[in-house]
């Protein structure tokens, strides 16, 4: 069954960390694109970061550029996010996608979704 599985959410106060991961099964995770997009009650999905497995690039959006970092590990299948200096404005659900269009930073341009993870940041 094709799959994306997120992990790591939850609760932390402004300033903290918290690391997610996306396991996928074997063919979403032969996508060229790995991606993470958070959604807001009301909102569109918001582009995170993503990282193109074809020229080992990592994009991110500007609200979050030096502070996340994506990474990924071909033999666990896995991808990562790394959140440092959590602000309230990063509380969403989290999901990680997986597709090979070249528009990484559009939600419906990916092939397989998660179904997500909640990140809640108090001030």
């Known amino acids: 069954q094709d799959q994306l599985v997120e992990s790591g959410g939850g609760l932390v106060q402004a300033g903290g960390s918290l690391r997610l991961s996306c396991t996928a099964s074997?063919?979403?995770?032969?996508?060229?694109?790995m991606g993470w997009f958070r959604h807001r009650p009301g909102q569109g999905h918001e582009f995170v970061a993503a990282?193109?497995?074809?020229?080992?690039?990592?994009y991110y959006a500007d609200s979050v550029k030096g502070r996340f970092t994506m990474t990924r590990d071909n033999a666990k299948k896995t991808v990562y996010l790394q959140m440092n200096s959590l602000k309230p404005e990063d509380t969403a659900d989290y999901y990680c996608?997986?597709?090979?269009?070249?528009?990484?930073?559009?939600?419906?341009?990916?092939?397989?979704w998660g179904q997500g993870t909640q990140v809640t940041v108090s001030s």
């Open positions: 996608a997986a597709g090979s269009h070249p528009d990484y930073g559009v939600w419906i341009r990916y092939s397989y």
């Open positions: 074997e063919r979403p995770f032969t996508s060229y694109i």
């Open positions: 990282n193109n497995r074809l020229d080992g690039r990592t």
